[in-house]
């Protein structure tokens, strides 16, 4: 009964020394990999932006000062688009009230907004025109107004192509970051020789977190640059309602001396 028991320990010993030799056989990266699989990763978005990979993390950063930029043209934009309004609606009401073109560029011969500049062009054809008001003239205060009212509609939409780029653009700068650090994250498994979710998730989580930035970025900025174009165009309306009221100013001023002739007769 002893040899039985004497083989047996042998194959136990015999199993145990595989056993290691094969421990000592295996690649280094396995053996890294088990223990990577088992440590902790900050997995919170400021942790995954520092585990990041250098071209991602520049994304990173790139997307989030393209939104502070979009809330920066919306708030600059609001207050001077509110401001911008509120200044020449009291203009047009100026404009609607019983006042004549002289006494209106008196009055505003030291302002500079919108409707101030209107007033002025128009009383400087006037003078251009030497009183006259033709037919030719209305023609020439028309195109003036135009003039005008475009320049300051375009003054008006600067910044609004800066939120259009990043409303188209972010999105794939976001998604070029994410294929950026997936396709790092399938070289680290790779080189790991594992598939363990443990190695491979923090990767594409930082990976993910890119697109996320993208449409941070992109949502935002597409909204306020409606709710720009909105207010740039109600502004333009009021631009417009001015330059009709200074055409009809004309006109009146114009049937004025006629009525004065008819009167007399």
């Given at each position: 009964m002893r040899k039985p028991q004497g083989a047996a320990a042998g194959r136990a010993g015999a199993a145990i020394a595989a056993v290691a030799f094969i421990a000592a056989a295996l690649p280094?990266?396995?053996w890294a990999a088990a223990d990577l699989a088992t440590l902790p990763r900050d997995l919170s978005p400021?942790?995954?932006?520092l585990g990041a990979d250098a071209v991602v993390r520049t994304v990173m950063v790139g997307l989030a000062l393209a939104s502070l930029a979009a809330w920066t043209v919306w708030l600059a934009k609001?207050?001077?688009l509110r401001r911008s309004s509120a200044v020449a609606q009291r203009g047009l009401d100026r404009l609607e009230s019983d006042i004549t073109l002289q006494q209106a560029a008196a009055e505003t011969a030291d302002q500079h907004d919108a409707v101030a500049q209107m007033i002025q062009t128009v009383d400087r054809e006037a003078s251009l025109s030497g009183g006259a008001h033709d037919d030719g003239?209305?023609?020439?205060?028309?195109?003036?107004?135009?003039?005008v009212e475009a320049a300051e509609a375009r003054r008006a939409a600067i910044g609004t192509g800066l939120l259009a780029s990043i409303g188209a653009v972010a999105p794939f700068v976001g998604l070029f970051g994410t294929v950026w650090g997936i396709m790092n994250a399938f070289i680290g498994i790779s080189k790991a020789n594992t598939t363990n979710l443990a190695v491979v998730a923090p990767g594409i989580a930082e990976a993910l977190l890119a697109t996320a930035l993208g449409l941070v970025a992109?949502?935002?900025?597409v909204v306020i640059y409606n709710h720009l174009t909105r207010r740039v165009t109600a502004y333009r309306a009021l631009l417009g309602d001015a330059s009709t009221q200074l055409l009809l100013m004309i006109s009146r001023e114009a049937a004025r001396p006629a009525q004065r002739a008819r009167m007399v007769r």
């Amino acid at each position: 009964m002893r040899k039985p028991q004497g083989a047996a320990a042998g194959r136990a010993g015999a199993a145990i020394a595989a056993v290691a030799f094969i421990a000592a056989a295996l690649p280094g990266d396995a053996w890294a990999a088990a223990d990577l699989a088992t440590l902790p990763r900050d997995l919170s978005p400021w942790g995954m932006f520092l585990g990041a990979d250098a071209v991602v993390r520049t994304v990173m950063v790139g997307l989030a000062l393209a939104s502070l930029a979009a809330w920066t043209v919306w708030l600059a934009k609001s207050i001077e688009l509110r401001r911008s309004s509120a200044v020449a609606q009291r203009g047009l009401d100026r404009l609607e009230s019983d006042i004549t073109l002289q006494q209106a560029a008196a009055e505003t011969a030291d302002q500079h907004d919108a409707v101030a500049q209107m007033i002025q062009t128009v009383d400087r054809e006037a003078s251009l025109s030497g009183g006259a008001h033709d037919d030719g003239f209305r023609e020439r205060v028309a195109l003036r107004l135009e003039r005008v009212e475009a320049a300051e509609a375009r003054r008006a939409a600067i910044g609004t192509g800066l939120l259009a780029s990043i409303g188209a653009v972010a999105p794939f700068v976001g998604l070029f970051g994410t294929v950026w650090g997936i396709m790092n994250a399938f070289i680290g498994i790779s080189k790991a020789n594992t598939t363990n979710l443990a190695v491979v998730a923090p990767g594409i989580a930082e990976a993910l977190l890119a697109t996320a930035l993208g449409l941070v970025a992109a949502i935002p900025a597409v909204v306020i640059y409606n709710h720009l174009t909105r207010r740039v165009t109600a502004y333009r309306a009021l631009l417009g309602d001015a330059s009709t009221q200074l055409l009809l100013m004309i006109s009146r001023e114009a049937a004025r001396p006629a009525q004065r002739a008819r009167m007399v007769r």
